[in-house]
């Protein structure tokens, strides 16, 4: 069996082809809703600066952005209820999946408490301002703000279910749902247009509103199908002395720990080029990372698919390496990569009215990251277990300074591409790298503890 672990088996399975449709499904959801939420986004746009103006526009984006920098807010219960869903033979019927939501759902609710004590704590005080700064308006700024937290603090719960449709298999279903929150928001709009309203303080609640109704739609398509589930989970929560939820900090724990790290180590490229670099590198940055945001948005639905592939495969005592599919998305994320690298010259002049130039620096250092990230994102769904969460906590803690000091010392050399080069590069020592080398160790270990089945390539 150990043989069979280094020379993975090539042929593919049936099972390995219906890997793929949920896959392709998912990429090709993605790209279609990031189409039509793109084309409404403008419309929507469009109809705020016009009827409310440029300071009730800078508000509602500085307002949608408070959401993104509370990626703890869910404590990393999303892993525990994706794995538990995914592992188990029949959702609906195990106590354990039904122990976990409970468990999931009374952590999210206290976490929710807690940041709307929080947001109470800072209107009350009348410090909105100096967390978020001079975009907010004078007068509906701070209650806005509230209102804002509150309604995203009520979204956290509906939001379990959507890790549901994941696990069930349902991932397209899931970001078509998504995509609604777009469509939403631009009829909002439409309607404080139509009414005559005036000032605009409060659109940014309509957008975290569509988010709530969106995310409660999740809930209703992935309980509708585990019968009964959901009675029982309501039943429970409330019984905090005589039913108690399982133990999730497991995989909860290291969870959270990576949802947070790794994006503030991605997020640091904007604080260094502002820092080092001029107005116009930042543009050409920002402008290239929303092109390249296309792809690696569609990497990610398209790979999330592959959790509960591996989570079954795990459950079945069943070996099943990642490194095909690893293969696989490194050569399509470097083709997808490459096109739109060798169309930017076309598109940016395009998209930005030739205010906006984007060098070869920060085109290529972008493909190399998405082609990185693509090929990281098999071995990252392998390794969601309690161990392999566990396994990748120090290395993306690592990436955080690794990552600052080699763009750092990269942004003045090549400007708004160093810090990109340096993303690109941590990528591969820190995550990718430790991955090939866990993945195989872990096959390995568990060919020799006896693996039901011969080893399935991804």
Same mark, same amino acid.
């Given at each position: ?25 998912s990429a ?6 990031t189409?039509?939420?793109g ?5 929507s ?8 103006g440029?300071?009730a526009?800078?508000?509602?984006g ?8 509370l990626p ?18 029949? =959702? ?12 999931v ?22 410090s ?10 004078p ?21 379990v ?5 994941t ?8 970001? +078509? ?5 777009s ?11 139509l009414?005559?309203a ?7 609640v ?9 995310a ?12 009964g ?17 399982a133990?999730?900090v497991?995989?909860?724990? =290291?969870?959270l720990?990576?949802?947070?790290a790794?994006?503030?180590a ?15 590198a ?39 390496s990642?490194?095909?599919?690893a293969?696989?998305? +490194? ?7 490459t ?15 030739g205010?906006v ?6 085109t ?12 990281n994102y ?27 000091a ?13 810090p ?34 011969a080893?399935?390539?991804?």
């Open positions: 069996m150990t043989d069979d672990v280094a020379r993975l088996d090539a042929r593919p399975r049936t099972a390995d082809r219906g890997t793929w449709r949920p896959l392709l499904q090709g959801a993605k790209l279609l809703v189409g039509v939420s084309a409404v986004s403008l419309v746009v469009r109809l705020v600066l016009e009827h409310f440029v300071a526009y800078a508000q509602y500085l307002l949608v952005s408070v959401a993104a920098l703890f807010a869910d404590l990393g219960m999303g892993a525990a209820v994706t794995n538990s869903v995914a592992g188990s033979r029949s =959702p609906a019927d195990d106590d354990g999946v039904r122990a976990t939501l409970v468990g759902y009374r952590a999210i609710a206290l976490s929710g408490l807690v940041l709307v004590a929080a947001g109470v704590v800072l209107t009350a005080t009348g909105w301002r100096a967390v978020l700064g001079d975009g907010l308006l007068g509906s700024g701070p209650t806005a703000a509230l209102l804002c937290l509150v309604v995203f603090c009520l979204t956290l719960p509906l939001a279910g959507q890790r549901m449709l696990a069930l298999g349902r991932n397209p279903v899931r970001i +078509l749902v998504q995509g609604l929150a469509p939403l928001f631009a009829l909002g709009v439409l309607l404080l247009v009414a005559g005036r000032g605009g303080g409060y659109l940014a309509l957008s975290y509103a569509g988010g709530a109704v969106v409660g739609l999740g809930s209703v398509i992935a309980f509708r199908g585990l019968p589930l959901a009675r029982r989970v309501a039943r429970d929560l409330p019984r905090l002395r005589r039913v108690r939820g133990r999730v497991d995989v909860a724990g =290291p969870w720990v990576l949802t947070v790794f994006p503030v991605m997020q640091t490229d904007r604080l260094l080029l502002s820092h080092l670099s001029s107005t116009a930042l543009a050409a940055y920002g402008l290239a990372a929303s092109l390249f945001g296309i792809l690696s948005q569609t990497v990610t639905a398209a790979g999330v698919t592959l959790w509960p592939v591996f989570a079954r495969a795990r459950r079945a005592g069943q070996l099943r990642p490194f095909g599919l293969g696989t998305f +490194l050569a399509g994320g470097a083709l997808a990569a096109a739109l690298g060798l169309l930017l010259p076309l598109v940016v002049p395009l998209v930005s009215g205010r130039e984007v060098d070869g620096w920060l290529w250092s972008f493909a190399a990251l998405v082609t990185v990230q693509a090929a098999p071995l990252g769904m392998y390794m969601t277990d309690a161990a392999g969460l566990r396994f990748q906590v120090p290395f993306v803690l690592a990436l955080v300074p690794v990552n600052l080699l763009s750092w010392w990269l942004t003045p050399l090549l400007g708004p591409g160093g990109v080069v340096g993303s690109a590069v941590t990528v591969l020592l820190c995550q990718l790298l430790p991955g090939v080398v866990y993945v195989r160790r872990d096959l390995r270990r568990r060919a020799a503890a006896g693996g039901d089945g080893l399935t390539r991804g």
